[in-house]
């Protein structure tokens, strides 16, 4: 199993930046991809940016331009940066790892509030 923790969230002026960090610990040999989704209050959790052990990067139409998916080099740390930031970008965002077999894990997730 792997186990995840976020961090980086708060709040923040439109047009301004975040950097999420994810902490991985436990299995993580047996990551297959890892990423960040957002669930805004209403709405179902989405895709905000993804990337495989092939190196495909994948990003939400909404955010490409703007945030920027990295990770380090063990997969135990994944990060998101995140500029020119929007009101509708307020959600809590979640760290996410898939295993070879399909199986999710999710961290407690982090409240980002874009606002004036």
């Known amino acids: 199993q792997v186990q995840l923790v976020e961090s980086g969230g708060g709040l923040v002026q439109p047009g301004g930046s975040l950097r999420l960090s994810c902490a991985a610990s436990?299995?993580?040999?047996?990551?297959?991809?890892m990423g960040w989704y957002r669930q805004a209050p209403g709405k179902q959790r989405e895709m905000v940016a993804t990337?495989?052990?092939?190196?495909?990067?994948t990003y939400a139409d909404s955010v490409k331009g703007r945030f920027t998916i990295s990770r380090d080099r063990t997969y135990s740390r994944v990060y998101l940066q995140m500029n020119s930031l929007k009101p509708d970008d307020t959600a809590v965002y979640y760290c996410?790892?898939?295993?070879?077999?399909?199986?999710?894990?999710w961290g407690q997730g982090t409240q980002v509030t874009v606002s004036s």
């Open positions: 436990g299995s993580i040999a047996s990551i297959y991809a």
């Open positions: 996410n790892t898939r295993d070879k077999s399909g199986s999710d894990a």
């Open positions: 990337f495989r052990i092939d190196r495909t990067i």
